[in-house]
């Protein structure tokens, strides 16, 4: 759960970095085109077509169903474990609400990634030949779209705060010396990485 975790934290990082190159986009509404955004497309297009890149989609998404599957099958083996509930639980007190509600937002960021995964990965690769600027300037045109990704968002930002902590734990390394620089690089990737990521449709929804 932990490995599948921190594979998936780093395939944000480079996602979030190659998507910030479409802020260089700029749109002339009269003209019908856009220029700028050259970067964010060549790189668009190495992905989708390098001969390396390809096969690492796939484990990109064996990547995602490992870490849903394993996260049932450790609720389900905790579940288990204590089958009569306490009779006093003051669960507030002793945990916190990003770790009881990791499968709730877990779940959710998984609703998040289907529609969001059909909006671009789909349609780019299966259905018509726009260039990806275009679909971004349409999907995010909608405040409602761009609403969603805002929520979705706030609970990607739950879902890592406990996560990316908790995945090191398992490796014992978020005790001594090492709980500060966890703690640290912790907050790059439950506060800044979903930060960096909702600038991009907001951006997208008021500048066009
Ligand atoms: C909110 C800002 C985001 C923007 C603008 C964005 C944009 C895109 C675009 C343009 C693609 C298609 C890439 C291609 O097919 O070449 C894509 C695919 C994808 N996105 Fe996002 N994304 C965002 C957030 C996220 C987040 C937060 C996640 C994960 C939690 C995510 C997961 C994925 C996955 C798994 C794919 C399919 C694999 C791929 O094509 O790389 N995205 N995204």
């Given amino acids: 759960m932990a490995l599948s ?18 802020l260089q986009a700029n749109h002339d509404k009269t ?17 989708a077509t390098h001969p390396v890149i390809r096969p690492l989609e796939w484990g990109l998404f064996a990547g995602f169903l490992l870490h849903a599957i394993l996260g049932i099958y450790l609720y389900l083996l ?15 007190e002793n945990s916190t609400w990003s770790s009881r509600f990791g499968w709730l937002t877990g779940i959710l960021v998984g609703v998040f990634l289907v529609v969001h995964v059909n909006t671009f990965f789909v349609q780019s690769r299966f259905f018509g030949q726009e260039p990806m600027i275009r679909l971004m300037i349409e999907a995010f045109s909608s405040p409602a779209y761009v609403a969603f990704y805002m929520v979705a968002l706030v609970f ?6 406990h996560g990316f902590q908790s995945a090191f734990q398992t490796f014992g390394l978020r005790a001594g010396k090492f709980e500060k620089l966890v703690n640290a690089v912790g ?10 990521f909702a600038i991009i449709p907001l951006y997208f929804l008021f500048a066009y």
């Fill in 5 to 22: 975790g921190l594979f998936l934290c780093s395939f944000l990082v480079i996602h979030l970095t190659i998507n910030l190159f479409a």
């Fill in 31 to 47: 003209a019908e085109s856009f220029w700028g955004a050259e970067m964010f497309e060549t790189y668009g297009h190495f992905m």
């Fill in 78 to 92: 905790n579940r288990k474990a204590r089958p009569v509930q306490y009779e006093v639980n003051k669960a507030g």
């Fill in 156 to 161: 990607l930002a739950y879902h890592l705060k």
């Fill in 187 to 196: 907050v790059v990737f439950w506060l800044l990485i979903p930060i960096g």
